[in-house]
């Protein structure tokens, strides 16, 4: 992404060249969304539209004793930009920290939503809450004890 793309208001800055860690993606999940901007700001897990995540069949014997019902489900936003300081969420040229917001453009592109798990069928998990691009990879899946919200 370049200067271009920014929204006025929006500043970047230098991101590192060294990576601190490394990530197993554990499937993929599918969404009606083909861009970011299609995509809701939040997920609706009781009347949002049937998502899957299509896990790797590695992790089959993973998935013992899940059950449905609200899980939370971490995933790595590839599409957004890492350089982000200050943003413009309502695109009014208003700007405030990368860290007081929700938004997806981070510096490490990690997001978390709590989603409700229809059903499993082999390695394919339905679900419905999910608010990200068609083709995001999965990181994890944890059981949530929360409500949803």
């Known amino acids: 992404m370049t200067q271009a793309d920014l929204r006025p208001g929006e500043m970047?800055?230098?991101?590192?060249?060294?990576?601190?860690?490394?990530?197993?993606?554990?499937?993929?999940?599918h969404t009606p969304w083909t861009t970011p901007?299609?995509?809701?700001?939040?997920?609706?897990a009781e009347t949002g539209p049937l998502c899957r995540a299509e896990l790797d069949p590695i992790w089959q014997e993973a998935l013992k004793g899940?059950?449905?019902?609200?899980?939370?489900?971490?995933?790595?936003?590839?599409?957004?930009?890492?350089?982000?300081?200050?943003?413009?969420?309502?695109?009014?040229?208003?700007?405030?920290g990368t860290f007081a917001i929700r938004s997806p453009m981070r510096p490490n592109l990690i997001a978390?939503?709590?989603?409700?798990?229809?059903?499993?069928?082999?390695?394919?998990?339905?679900?419905?809450?999910?608010?990200?691009?068609?083709?995001?990879?999965?990181l994890d899946i944890k059981p949530s004890h929360g409500v949803l919200k």
Not at 12 to 29: C, E, K
Not at 37 to 44: A, M
Not at 82 to 96: A, F, H, K, V
Not at 119 to 124: C, F, L, V
Request: glycine residues 10%; contains cysteine; hydrophobic residues 30%.
């Open 37 to 44: 901007r299609d995509c809701p700001k939040r997920g609706d």
């Open 12 to 29: 970047t800055g230098p991101v590192p060249d060294r990576s601190d860690a490394s990530l197993l993606f554990i499937g993929t999940l």
């Open 112 to 138: 978390s939503s709590i989603v409700q798990l229809e059903r499993i069928e082999g390695t394919t998990l339905w679900l419905r809450g999910l608010n990200c691009v068609d083709g995001t990879p999965l």
């Open 66 to 96: 899940v059950t449905p019902g609200p899980v939370q489900l971490l995933y790595w936003m590839h599409l957004g930009r890492r350089d982000l300081r200050q943003q413009s969420p309502r695109n009014d040229g208003q700007t405030i």
